[in-house]
């Protein structure tokens, strides 16, 4: 399904106003439910002790409901204004949380998106 405005699909500006919209008020769920495509791929750094790959909605999906599992107390977050180019947008995040097994955390990271036919189709963290 192609995300729609007044049937019409979304630009990448569009995707990336819209995904502003929603990070803000934390509905991270909504925006996977919302703006990702069916094969998105999720891509974190390589080693990293918190997240892994993983490709498809329904398995990234699940990478996100694991982390939320463990966290145990929700300090802080922020995430910045997208930055757009191309067919892609950036966003600065900042978290503040404890986490099962790795305690009080600070993740400072620059995610990227890349949108095709008014769809996310790749997601990728740098911390």
């Not at 600065?92 to 400072?108: A, P, S």
Request: proline share 3%.
């Amino acid at each position: 399904m192609t995300t729609l405005t007044n049937n019409k699909v979304m630009t990448t500006k569009e995707v990336a106003a819209r995904f502003n919209e929603l990070a803000q008020q934390e509905k991270w769920f909504e925006i996977q439910d919302e703006l990702f495509a069916d094969t998105i791929r999720s891509i974190d750094p390589p080693n990293s002790p918190y997240f892994g790959y993983a490709e498809g909605k329904t398995a990234v999906r699940k990478k996100g409901e694991a982390f939320v599992k463990k966290i145990e107390a929700f300090h802080r977050a922020h995430t910045t204004e997208p930055v757009v180019g191309g067919n892609h947008f950036a966003v600065g995040r900042e978290v503040d949380v404890t986490v099962q097994e790795h305690g009080r955390i600070q993740i400072n990271q620059v995610m990227l998106y890349e949108v095709k036919n008014g769809q996310i189709v790749v997601e990728q963290f740098f911390y």
